[in-house]
């Protein structure tokens, strides 16, 4: 029997048209009895079949394949089962935190307990529930205390423990806060972690886990690494946590307005009703949706890198950026400042800014609004020096957001609309500064803005009239210094159009530093 001299086989052709192709190339190889190569014969019709099915089996395989790797990967489930393997877990919904002060009428002779799970309410007209996560006292003849407050609805299920390992406990709600979760099983308290690898056999420990489709579950040890409870045939398991609203709950200053239920004072053995107020004493910041896949493909290996231990710059802001309710965080040391400061030996500084923080929030008032709570503030340490070498000292620092006027004369072409030149500029200047691309610490150049504008279809020349800090008296900057801890944010915009033909001859100049020196030998 002759040997086929086949041609070699392309293994990268995974379409319908190339794959038909080859095959049809092959034909004279095997064969001179077939000479009919329309679409309308039989082994055609055959042909194309088969190559449809190829192209198809191919398009999965691929799919397959990239769903193994975690920057191809697109499906959450992949996704989140990749990030497992180096012990990164996607965020669920976050609640929004704030500190309120609830206040007495006037002074009175016994304490005042405002005990924890404690219902607040916006006086808004679509209102939202918080919740404290602490109780808390007023003093005897004190007449206020500031609390921390976590936005969510509270709700308690019961179960009964089973005795098997690792025990686990689904909750109703797919919208339920991790951090706000407390479980108490025979009537003792259990503190949850992130995992058991650091617990012992008879720690009472439990962590909160979000699948794939989201559901939330609360599951306990194997006996080995954290204590599994014993058969109840009773409810023994009481889990209250927050429904969360997320971003939604991320409300301004003074928002939070009403207590929910009735209040005593300790007076023994007959407690007397009293009243109590309260007032927010910042916004209400952090409340996030759940992680989406395209941040946890950037912020698992940054964790990873850091090897969830806070030695470098590089891990303080992978470690605090990762961190439920953070948007963005900036670290520093003596050595980052200038010039270097030694009283900061040992100290490592770090700012953070909480999610969903908007132009309009700031606006209003920035020295309130966009400041993290106290409660975000303290979790987040104790997570940072859990990580950190013994002898590191951590403070946080509030950011300091800075607002940016700009005022700009516009020459546009004639053929261009003054309307659409005008709102095209607008969002240029408002992407340029929104939350999601300013930078902690980022001097913003006069120059970059006159290229943004310049840079928007219609524009001939740009003349910057005003450039600076709302709180400077010049009103030209070459350059807007950022300090470590601030965030740009744009204060005020104001934009005059004119035609090209008013505009003056000389083209736009862009600013450039000075040439460095030529070397002399």
Known sequence: MAEMNLAPVSYTDKDMATILKGMVDQIP?????????????????????????????????????????????????????????IAYKLAGVTSSTANVVISLESPISTRVEIPKYTVLLTGEEDVVSFATMSSAVIPPGDTEVTIGVRQGIPKIEKHKTSGDRNQKFRVSESRADKDSFEVVINGEIWQQVENFVNSQANDKHYTVNIDFDGNVDVTLGD??????????????????????????????????????????????????????????????????????????????????????????????????NGYEGVSKSIAWGEQDVNPPNYN??????????????????LIEDDLVNGLPSNELKTNLLNYLYSRATITTRIKLVDPSYVGVSIAANVFYNPKAQ??????????????FFSFDNVQFGKEIRKSNIIRLIDSVSGVD??????????????????AIVILMNELPYLKVSAITAEKTSSAPPTPTIYPFPPAPPIPVD
């Open 29 to 85: 190889n095997l064969t001179n009895r077939w000479t009919d190569f329309s679409p309308s014969d039989v082994g055609m019709v055959i042909l194309e079949l088969l190559s449809w099915n190829l192209q198809m089996l191919a398009f999965y395989m691929d799919r397959q394949a990239n769903e193994a790797f975690l920057s191809t990967s697109r499906e959450r489930k992949n996704v989140v089962n990749l990030c497992k393997l």
């Open 223 to 320: 006996n080995f690494f954290g204590y599994s409870p014993p058969n109840s045939i009773i409810e023994n398991v009481v889990i209250t946590y927050l429904i969360s609203d997320g971003q939604n709950g991320n409300v301004g200053g003074d928002a939070i307005k009403t207590l929910v239920g009735n209040f005593y004072d300790s007076n023994f053995p007959s407690p007397n009703q009293i009243s109590l107020s309260v007032t927010s004493s910042s916004a209400a910041t952090g409340g996030s949706e759940q992680e989406t896949i395209e941040h946890a493909k950037r912020q698992a290996p940054a964790e990873l890198s850091a090897l969830f231990r806070a030695m470098t710059r590089a891990d303080f802001e992978a470690l605090a």
């Open 344 to 361: 900061m030996f040992n100290w490592v500084m770090v700012a953070i800014a909480p999610d969903n923080i908007t132009r309009d929030m």
């Open 418 to 431: 003054a309307s659409v030149v005008k709102s095209d500029i607008d969002t240029a200047l408002n992407n």
């Open 461 to 478: 020349y740009v003349e910057i009239t005003q450039f600076k800090r709302d709180t400077s008296i010049v009103d030209v900057e070459d």
